[in-house]
């Protein structure tokens, strides 16, 4: 077992990076547990922050140095996004967030699959439902870790038949999706340029910007990327033109901020005009959806 502390390079809050519980990963007492993927297998760490903003984690794996670097890599540990904090300071926009959301990145999931089978599940779905269909989903194909589960992986996926995705919740047309998503060269696609590995995606029907921006994002740690069409930014989008807003509209909302996209959109999800129901016009289709676009 590896124990380490690293020192991250820009403010950093771990509470801000976790996401809600799933099989490969929960919070307890402020310590983050998770079961991840690396290049030399699956690992599993304990991650907690010290009040001086260090992190501390213990690391189990079969190669703990490659695991403490991917560690590092999904909490976003390395990322210097003070010059984001600096254009934050002058956007009007993002500036009263700026208190709070400092430490923020956007988290990384287990495996870049994990990433695929929690943007399919939330397409066009409410969240409540759609975070009961990815852990379905997980519980079923990734087999036991200890007391949690393997991180999924695209042999999972793809040895899986699609009903088993339907019996977790998945309409039948998202089940053939994610079993033909599964197909793609994951185990590579990491060390891509980001407009191929989107091109990829989305090359596949019913795979459009929405889910290729959040596995981007959350599955492939590109900052640059992210999930344009998202019902939050919609809300955001309406409350600013006070008009219906579409994905058009998130498009050019986050356009400026260039290769922190991803990091804007995930700030701007916390806007407050994004839960201003009355001050916006919700979009036709996806108005109870957790995303707008696919």
Known sequence: MLEAQVEPVAPFSLRAVTTWPDPTRRVHGGVLEVAFATAAGPARARVWQLADGAVRMRISAADEAVAHDRLVEMLGLRVDHRPFLEVAAADPLL????????????????????????????????????????????????????????????VMLAGAHPARFERAGLSPARAVLLKRAAKLPWGTMAAEPSD???????????????????????????????????????????????????????IRLLEPYGEWRGLAASWLLHHPAGSRSKSMTRPNRESRTTGAAR
């Open 196 to 250: 191929r590995i989107d091109a990829r995606l989305r090359a596949l029907p019913g795979l459009g910007p929405w889910t290729s921006g959040g596995i981007m994002l959350h599955g492939f740690g590109r900052y640059e990327q992210a999930p344009v069409g998202d019902l939050g930014l919609i809300r955001v989008c309406g409350a600013l033109l006070g008009r219906r807003a579409d994905v058009e509209d998130t």
């Open 95 to 154: 500036r009263p967030m700026r208190g709070r959301l400092t430490g923020m990145r956007p988290w990384q999931l287990s495996s870049p699959e994990h990433a695929l089978v929690r943007a399919i599940s939330g397409q066009l779905i409410r969240a409540r439902e759609a975070i009961r269909i990815e852990r379905r989903i997980l519980r079923d194909v990734c087999p036991p870790f200890g007391d949690m589960h393997l991180p999924v992986d695209a």
